[in-house]
């Protein structure tokens, strides 16, 4: 009886013995294999936080990605250690992700949109942009979406697919921005009196740099007025209060001096016929 439990004994220890093995080697592959997926991850996104020119939402992104492509080779090779298959499951993945990719095109297309954005950063958050039809603030920048808050604060959620392509004005790109504006005196006026007027109501503007000069020129000769281009400069930050404000403060002034606005009129010759 001990001879044939002695037999039994050693039929299944070198199956334990092997199983054992597989089962610790597994633990150690789970153990290492976190210990590396947690480690690129972290540096990936030091490295985002290291450079400021780098936007931290694509590399805590990056820094995932990798994470979860580091533990889904350690599970398959924690598989692999026990005899299973792992061919027809990397095939049945990759099926399944090609199925997933072609459900999800739109989500795919603004999450590679995204990462564009957040690599060549065209504008950041806190920048005014107008973009897709839309003009605001940027208030988030996300992997699938730019969020924007309007003048009259309303969030405007753009996906990043219809910016990524698309022309992007960023206002807020350079420190200086120069501001254009039009204004009209009638054909009486001397233009060297207009001129006057209105570079010292640009030149008492608080936001209104001395340099770069202000640009006064007469652009066009229009029908019933002499029209004037007008580019003041100011900082990024004014140009809002420049633009709206100028021009009404420009308006008295030529009031003041007596420097007619003409307005568009029609001139009627009537003729009498029997005369």
């Given at each position: 009886m001990e001879f044939l439990e002695n037999i039994d004994i050693n039929q299944h220890l070198p199956a334990a013995i092997a199983w054992s093995t597989n089962i610790l080697l597994a633990i150690i592959i789970l153990i290492i294999g976190f210990w590396i997926a947690s480690s690129v991850s972290k540096l990936i996104v030091s490295t985002g936080k290291k450079n400021k020119h780098l936007d931290d939402t694509l590399f805590r992104f990056l820094g995932s990605l990798a994470r979860y492509l580091i533990l889904a080779f350690v599970f398959i090779a924690v598989l692999n250690r026990f005899g299973v298959e792992t061919t027809s499951i990397v095939a049945l993945l990759g099926a399944a992700g090609l199925a997933v990719g072609l459900a999800l095109q739109g989500a795919m297309s603004n999450l590679a949109a995204g990462v564009m954005l957040l690599i060549f950063r065209p504008y950041k958050v806190g920048d005014f942009i107008d973009a897709a039809g839309c003009f605001g603030n940027v208030t988030e920048i996300d992997m699938f979406t730019t969020i924007l808050q309007t003048f009259d604060h309303q969030q405007v959620i753009i996906p990043n697919s219809q910016i990524w392509g698309e022309q992007i004005i960023n206002h807020s790109h350079y420190d200086i921005r120069?501001?254009?504006?039009?204004?009209?005196?009638?054909?009486?006026?001397?233009?060297?009196?207009?001129?006057?007027?209105?570079?010292?109501?640009?030149?008492?503007?608080?936001?209104?740099?001395?340099?770069?000069?202000?640009?006064?020129?007469?652009?066009?000769?229009?029908?019933?007025?002499?029209?004037?281009?007008?580019?003041?400069?100011?900082?990024?930050?004014?140009?809002?209060?420049?633009?709206?404000?100028?021009?009404?403060?420009?308006?008295?002034?030529?009031?003041?001096?007596?420097?007619?606005?003409?307005?568009?009129?029609?001139?009627?010759?009537?003729?009498?016929?029997?005369?």
């Open positions: 120069g501001v254009d504006m039009h204004f009209g005196v009638a054909y009486a006026e001397s233009t060297d009196a207009a001129r006057a007027v209105i570079a010292e109501v640009l030149s008492n503007h608080p936001h209104i740099l001395e340099t770069p000069a202000p640009f006064i020129e007469v652009e066009t000769l229009n029908d019933s007025s002499v029209d004037f281009l007008v580019r003041p400069f100011c900082k990024g930050e004014h140009y809002f209060d420049v633009l709206y404000s100028v021009p009404e403060q420009i308006k008295k002034a030529l009031d003041e001096n007596n420097i007619e606005i003409p307005f568009p009129h029609r001139k009627i010759i009537m003729v009498n016929e029997d005369a």
